[in-house]
Structure formats: C-alpha cells, structure tokens
C-alpha cells in the first residue's frame, strides 16, 4: 500500500446517536472503510455544534440536541475515496460530506512491529 | 483582573498595560495547514509522540499546533489487522494540526522524519486569518513618548 502525492480528504459531519443497522453510523462508516481498504479513517467527537442533522431534531428537543457532533475524517486517492461515495449516500441520512485535496508527504507503516 | 478605578480613561496612561490596552492586529495571507496522523501510544524518548512533536515544534519557532484526540480509527499502523476487519486499535487516534508558511513547514519536515515512526503526514492549502496582539505598536508608541 503506498499512498503519495495528491490525495483526498473527505470529511463527513453527523451526530455521534446516528445508527446505521442499530450500530452508532461512525463506526460504520469506519467498518466500511476498513471493508473497501481504504488507507485510514479517523472519527473526531466535537464539544458543540449545529448543522444539518441537529437542526432537524431542535424543534422535538426544544433545546440544542445533546448528541455530540462528530467527524469522520478519511484520507486516500481520489479512486478510493470515490469508491466510498455510494455506501456514504446510503448510509449518512442526514449529515455534511465535504472533500478536499491534500498533499501526502509522509505515509509510513512498519510492518511485522505490531500484530 | 485588575483592582483599578479608572477616573479618567486616557490613551497616554498606558503604564501596567494589560492585554485589553494592545491594539488588535489582523494579518491576511496564504499558509500550509499540515495534519499528522498518529497513534495516542506512540513514543519518542519514552515521552508521548504527541507531546515531543508539540515541544519540537515550540523549539523550531512554528507558529501554532493543536492536538486533537480521536474516538476511533485506523490508519498507517493498523494496516497489517487486515484480516481481521472488526479488529480496530485500542490505542486512540491522534491528529496535529500545524499551520505556518509553507517554507517553515517543510524545513521542520526533517525533524518529523526522525520522530514519525508510523502514520500519516499531508498538506493542505488554507487562507490565514490571524489575529494578534500589535505589541510593536505599543512599543512604537512607547519609543515616540520617550
């Protein structure tokens, strides 16, 4: 595996209660990537926010909804990542996915030192 | 917190100045945001990876670094679990954001090739919207006064 040069990031933004099947959606989605052998995915839990899928739920919670924000940040080729994109519109119902490119400049693993 | 009863506010009694006297600085530009990936459990000299990186680049002047802890992921390190697609690391992911010119960026990447044993490095275009303290106005002024 050797990732090098441009690449994509692609960001997904929900709300760490999403299910996918009963099971939270960012681990999901991270199962899925591992699935597709996609190079690496990282979920990140915001202390705040609003967006497309909390605002949906305000008007039942009358308050800011308590699920925390999250971000799932994955970094492959652009093939790769284009891969991911029909699983994510099925999977996210309510959510942001936003790509961008990024330069690679150091992608090491050492093999054998972990198992 | 300061225990003074201001009588009469004036721009030339700027003796204890704090923070709030300093007039604000706006700095617009093009930058380099750099985004290293790597494992909570990950060493350098027995000291978390995370921790040397953040203390070498405060040595190597870089202009800021924010460590962000992750809640699950795999990357790099985790490559060789493969087979076993259920089996994600214990060790949580790491993320280091670093924004500064890209010319600083890359002369610290050398210092990182030392330090970064497994994980992931990339760039990215970002615009810079900086706000600073001008202490070099307020030392500007203080020079004028003299």
């Given at each position: 595996m050797k990732l090098e040069g441009t690449a994509k990031m692609l960001r997904i933004h929900f709300?760490?209660?999403?299910?996918?099947k009963d099971k939270p959606l960012y681990r999901a989605v991270v199962e899925k990537c591992r699935e597709l052998d996609i190079a690496?995915?990282?979920?990140?839990?915001?202390?705040?926010?609003?967006?497309?899928?909390t605002l949906i739920r305000r008007p039942r919670h009358m308050s800011f909804s308590h699920d925390a924000p999250v971000m799932v940040s994955v970094i492959d080729s652009e093939d790769k990542i284009q891969t991911l994109l029909p699983f994510l519109d099925e999977m996210v119902a309510e959510g942001l996915i936003a790509i961008s490119e990024v330069e690679v400049v150091k992608y090491v693993h050492q093999d054998g030192i972990r198992s | 917190m300061q225990d003074t009863t201001v009588v009469k506010p004036?721009?030339?009694s700027a003796k204890g100045a704090g923070q709030q006297d300093v007039p604000a600085l706006k700095r617009q530009?093009?930058?380099?945001?750099?985004?290293?990936?790597i494992g909570e459990n990950d060493k350098w000299n027995g000291k978390p990876l995370h921790k040397?990186?953040?203390?070498?680049?405060?040595?190597?002047?870089?202009?800021g670094a924010t460590v962000y802890q992750g809640i699950l992921g795999y990357g790099a390190n985790r490559r060789i679990h493969k087979d076993s697609a259920l089996h994600l690391s214990h060790d949580r992911p790491i993320?280091?954001?670093v924004v500064d010119t890209e010319e600083r960026l890359r002369t610290f990447l050398p210092v990182l090739d030392g330090m970064v044993q497994q994980g992931l490095v990339v760039f990215s275009d970002v615009?810079?919207?900086?706000?600073?303290?001008?202490f070099q106005k307020v030392e500007r002024r203080k020079e004028a006064r003299k």
């Open positions: 709300g760490e209660d999403d299910k996918w690496g995915a990282t979920v990140f839990r915001g202390i705040e926010g609003y967006g497309a899928s | 004036s721009e030339a530009g093009k930058a380099k945001l750099m985004r290293i990936f040397a990186l953040l203390e070498s680049m405060r040595a190597n002047d870089i202009a993320m280091l954001s615009d810079v919207i900086k706000y600073t303290r001008d």
